[in-house]
Structures are given as C-alpha cells and as structure tokens.
C-alpha cells in the first residue's frame, strides 16, 4: 500500500505477461485472481486478469531464472519486491517453488518473451536505453513489409559441422544482417515476430537478427513465408531450407540417409557446400531448385519493404559548362539485384509505370538495376509510392532529403547558389556518409 509505483508497475507488466505469444500458447488456466492496484488514496480496484499459461513453458522459464539468478542475486540489480498479487507469488504458490524476488527482467526473460526488452523498461522505468526498445515493440509492421525487406535483406542458412566420416551436426537459422545503426528496424522486426534475438558486432558495425530455435521456425517463420511468400530467388532457398527444418524437427538428420538429404538441399541453397563439408563428403548432388512464379503485380508494402533493403536514391552533382554556376544536378532512384531476378526487376516497371531496367555484366557479380532519373516521375510516381508507404528504417532519412532536393528543383531553387548549395549539403547526409 505504500508503493503505489511498483504495484502501478506490475500492472503493466501484466499486461505484457497477457499478450506474450509464448504464455499464450495453450489454454491452460493457472490461476485467475483480483489484481488490487493500490494508488495513491487507495481507491481504484483492477477487474480480474486471466492469463493462459502453457505449464511446461513456465517451469522451464522458472528453472532459466533461478540458474540466472546465481548470478544476479550477488549484484542486487532490480528489487522488483514480494508483491502479494505478482505472478511470480501466485505461481510461486501454484508450482510449489520458493522464487526468490530479485530479478532482472530484461536478462533473465530475454530468451523466453517477445516483449523482453519492454518488460525491462517497464521495471525500471528510469534507464534510458529501454525507451527506444518499448516504443519498437510499438509499432506495427505490414506482413508484407516483412517480406519484401526478407527478399532484400534476409538469409536462411543451414550449417554443417563435420568432424569426421559419422559425426555431424546441423543447424538452421534465419537471419536479418545490418549496420549497427539500421538496429531499430531489427527490434520492430523482433517484435512482429515475436521471437529471436539480436545480437550487436561491434569489430563490424552490424546487428544481427537471429532465429535457431526449431519450434519457433516451425511455428512462427515459416508460417509466416508460407502465407506471405518470398517472390525474388531467395524463395527457392526458402524451401528448401524449410525441407531441411522438416528433417531435422523429425530428427531424421541424425541417421546417415536424413543427413544425406540434408545434404542435398544444403548444396542447393546460398552459396552452396562448403569447402570442410566436401572434404568428407565429395559426392554431393544438389537438390533441384524449385521454380519460383512471379505475382502479375507487386504488393505496394513488399515495394517498400524490399526497396528499404536493396534500394537508394542518390544526387549527383556534376560540372556543366552550360549551367551559370557551372553545374548541374542529377537525381536517381534504383534498385540493384542479382541478374537472376532480372524478371522482377522489370515489374518495378509496371508497378511505377516508369523507369527501365539495365544489366550490368562487367561486374564480378552480373547486377541488373531499375532506374528513374527523370524528374517528373520521380516527383509524381516515386515520391507519391513512399510518402504513402514509407519505409520505416535508416533508408528513409535518405528519402526525405532526396524529397527535398526534387522539391527544390522543382521550384527552379537548384539554379540558384544557395539552393544549390543546400543540395550538396543534402547529399552529404545520405546514404554511405550516413553510416560513418
């Protein structure tokens, strides 16, 4: 009763306890009991919560704590309190297991909740770093946003170990790659899922999201894929990743001819075997990749998500001798991909009923580009799509000074010094020079 401000507390992080894709798993009910929140004058009483816990969950998660908590009992770092009315008392009751109360919610949970990061915020509500995480689990992805940005962005890899002709092991994960400064886009993508971890290489300047857990490919990832699918070539390697999770969640790839499948799709999916895998085995035969159709037309969301992957928009500016102040100004739209996906490339063109694709082959890797240059359909066609749907990471703080460069020669400001001026000072904060 005399600490209104824990007990307001533990109501928000009940709530988050309700929503938590994993507690909501089953419909168990553990308990259901009035939560009294005490104010101030001691006046408001909260209607009853029910919360649907899958048992097994629980005491798994439990048994996580209390290994975490050997450690962090010794440094005392959050004192979340005995609150009567807490979850932890009621199943502390229910489990019969004597919980201590100091808990570090952020790092003890990290594995096991969608919403770890606001949990921790919410518990300690004065550290800073946690008020960008909380306002990510806010916002709202498109599904199809998701995928389009996978198609860019996205990898799903399989990874073999051999340590000699019959001992191996096989793992999957699904990645998302970036700067250390696209993090924010990592953690609104974790949060959509509601699974996986992010990870922080400092030595590299990249943030890495990251799913290995078996159950949650199966149950959250592939699902998703399946009802939002890929349409670049990466769905063929989608598939057949999907096949090599099947395998292993039926544990087949611990028998040689499971293994020996695996290996087939493994052959056939990125980059293919690597060179310690062909050592042992250097009779692999790749699986056939499956054939990927393209949709008549594009997702409007898959565009933006797709483009905040593998998009840009650029300005250039380049001596003219038949300019006043001796030059001009060039602005470009594109989207780079792997000549393979040249048929994609030119349904950009549908889509914005503008631009044309060019193939590269000089380059070590063979690039086709989709590119708009021209003025007017940047301003009508581009700018109109991504003002509409935006594109939500890093990428587009570039939009928006490209915006505003267009808007400025569209007003005829480029011919003047001081425009041109402002947009050579635009440029100099986009893309590349972003990221130092």
Known sequence: KNRPTLINNYVNLL????????????????????????????????LSKIININVLIVIQIFKDVVWYLRDFMRRGILLLGCL??????CVSIK????????????????????TSRCLASVANNKVASGASSCKA?????????????????????????VYEDLNW???????????????????????FFGVGAI??????????????????INNVIIPHFTKYPLISKKSSDFLLWSKVVDIISKKDHLTKEGFLNVLSYYASINK????????????????????VYLPDNLNPQWVSGFTAGDGGFSIYVRPAKDYTLGEKVYCRFHIAQHSKDIELMHLFIRFFNCGQVVFRSSTSTPRCDFIVQDTSFLLENIISHFDIYPLLNLKQE??????????????????????????????LEMNSNRLR
Not at 84 to 89: A, G, K, T
Not at 96 to 104: D, E, Q
Not at 137 to 161: H, Q, R, Y
């Open 169 to 191: 092991k096989v793992r999957v994960s699904f990645e998302i790659n970036l700067h250390e400064k696209d993090k924010d886009i990592l953690y609104k993508i974790q949060s």
């Open 84 to 89: 009567r009315y807490s979850p932890l008392f």
């Open 199 to 216: 990870y922080h290489r400092p030595d590299r300047k990249k943030s890495v999201y990251r799913v290995t857990n078996i159950t949650y």
């Open 398 to 427: 570039d939009f928006l000074c490209f915006k505003e460069a267009l808007l400025l020669i569209k007003e005829k400001k480029h011919l003047t010094k001081e425009g041109l001026d402002k947009i050579k000072s635009l440029n």
């Open 15 to 46: 709530k988050m306890l309700e929503s938590s894709n994993i507690l909501n798993t089953i419909n168990t009910l553990l308990y259901s009991h009035n939560v009294k929140t005490v104010t101030m004058n001691n006046q408001q009483v909260v």
């Open 95 to 114: 489990l019969g297991h004597k919980l201590p109360t100091l808990i570090y919610v952020s790092k003890v949970l990290k594995r096991e909740f969608s």
């Open 137 to 161: 689990a806010k916002d709202k992805l498109d599904p199809s946003w998701i995928t389009g940005f996978v198609d860019a962005e996205g990898c799903f890899s399989v990874i073999i170990e």
């Open 272 to 291: 293919g075997v690597s060179s310690k895998v062909l050592k042992y085995y250097p009779d692999i035969s790749p699986a056939n990749k499956p054939i």
